[in-house]
């Protein structure tokens, strides 16, 4: 059984910084990628970045250059590292594993509120 868990969310002022982790558990392929994705009230939920096993990234346009992903394998761990965080950025974030062959792996989200 594959449990994710994310934490680090809560409230910054705009121009502030936040990190996000997600731990994941059970028993999950060693080919896969993890991601990030977000969503807003009303909004359907959209890529924020992700990165493979191998340390490959992507992101969004939006935040590229703010965010950082990143991964501790040794730590089953995922991180987000945000920066520059506007009131745009507010959502609940969700962590995503996805494997090479096999299912996807949602965690409950953590909530992310940028004041301006």
């Known amino acids: 059984q594959v449990q994710l868990v994310e934490s680090g969310g809560g409230l910054v002022q705009a121009g502030g910084s936040l990190r996000l982790s997600c731990a994941a558990s059970?028993?999950?392929?060693?080919?896969?990628?993890m991601g990030w994705y977000r969503q807003s009230p009303g909004k359907q939920r959209e890529l924020v970045a992700t990165?493979?096993?191998?340390?490959?990234?992507n992101y969004a346009d939006s935040v590229k250059g703010r965010f950082s992903i990143s991964r501790d394998n040794d730590k089953n761990t995922m991180y987000l590292q945000m920066t520059s965080l506007n009131p745009e950025d507010t959502a609940v974030y969700y962590c995503?594993?996805?494997?090479?062959?096999?299912?996807?792996?949602w965690g409950q989200g953590t909530q992310v509120t940028v004041s301006s």
């Open positions: 995503k594993i996805a494997e090479f062959v096999g299912r996807d792996y």
């Open positions: 059970g028993t999950i392929s060693s080919r896969n990628t």
């Open positions: 990165i493979t096993t191998g340390g490959s990234t």
